[in-house]
């Protein structure tokens, strides 16, 4: 049965140290090929997994960045989980398209905060942009995570499973602790929250990513923001650039993401003109007199 590979292959992927986003991403790429095909992946033989590969990428114009995403869930499947080493594993390549992410401005962000409409929302996205928070990173903070002492946020097993403290504004601060205050959870910090609001106080799972998702979308088409490409996740990306503008030293806005080399922080230099209009107004007053 499906449900019994989809099992073995979580326990694979947890055991590898995979995340939970490339969890659902590795088992969604393998249902879908077993939807394809109307039968259990195990019953799936090479000749048929290469037809699907070649139709994805030359009838169904997937880009490639999901067929990276396909050919790597796939692959960890049959090797890791059903133990088949076949010769079209070796040979699969897909280039990872690396398009700069879109950009919102600070006023942008702000009218898109403005318009959540609940309370809940505006602090669980005030926080993901205030901090350069990851979704699931936020989904996860507990109330003990906080440390108003120090004024920072301890960030527990975010990407590639490293914690990291991050610096917490004060005006955040302010906005978590009336938050808190509307539930009063033991532990977490955005607990899930019936449709009464009371069982948010003895709940053990935090809020879910799709509710937060759509609460951005909502307050982003009601804050009159058109740009394509804009997501919860865009916030963090934001955080970086508007960082930079400010002069923050790059060193540090990478220790703040959690980046593991400096050449992933750098990216949102090319996503900030401050450093293009400074060049110029130093080569007017260079040029000055001529």
Known sequence: MMTDWYQRSINA???????????????????MLSTFYTKPPDEITEAELEAYFLRRRNVDH????????????????????LQRSWRLFDIL??????????????????AILRCLRTPRNHAFLSTVYACGLRLQEAQSLEVSDIDSQRMMIHVHRGKGAKDRFVPLPRATLTI?????????????????CGRDGRSAATA??????????????????????????VSVHTL?????????EAGVNPR???????????EST?????????????????IDRVMEGL
Request: net charge positive; proline share 4%; charged share 20%.
């Open 13 to 31: 992927l947890q055991l590898n140290g995979k995340g939970e986003s490339t969890q659902e991403a590795y088992t969604r790429a393998v249902r």
């Open 62 to 81: 997937w880009s490639p960045n999901t067929m990276r995403i396909c050919y790597c869930g796939i692959r960890f499947f049959f090797v890791h989980v």
């Open 93 to 110: 390549r897909a280039k990872s398209e690396s398009p700069l992410p879109a950009i919102l401005s600070s006023e942008e962000v702000r």
């Open 176 to 192: 978590l602790r009336a938050h808190w205050r509307s539930h009063r959870n033991p532990r977490l910090l955005f607990p899930a």
């Open 204 to 229: 053990t799972t935090p809020m879910a990513k799709s509710s937060v998702q759509g609460a951005f979308r909502h307050a982003k088409r009601d804050a009159g923001v058109g740009k394509r490409g």
């Open 236 to 244: 963090r990306h934001c955080y970086a650039t508007h960082l930079l």
């Open 252 to 262: 540090v806005i990478q220790r703040h993401m959690g980046h593991a080399s400096l």
């Open 266 to 282: 750098m990216l949102y230099l090319h996503l900030t003109h401050k450093g293009t209009e400074d060049a110029y107004a130093l």
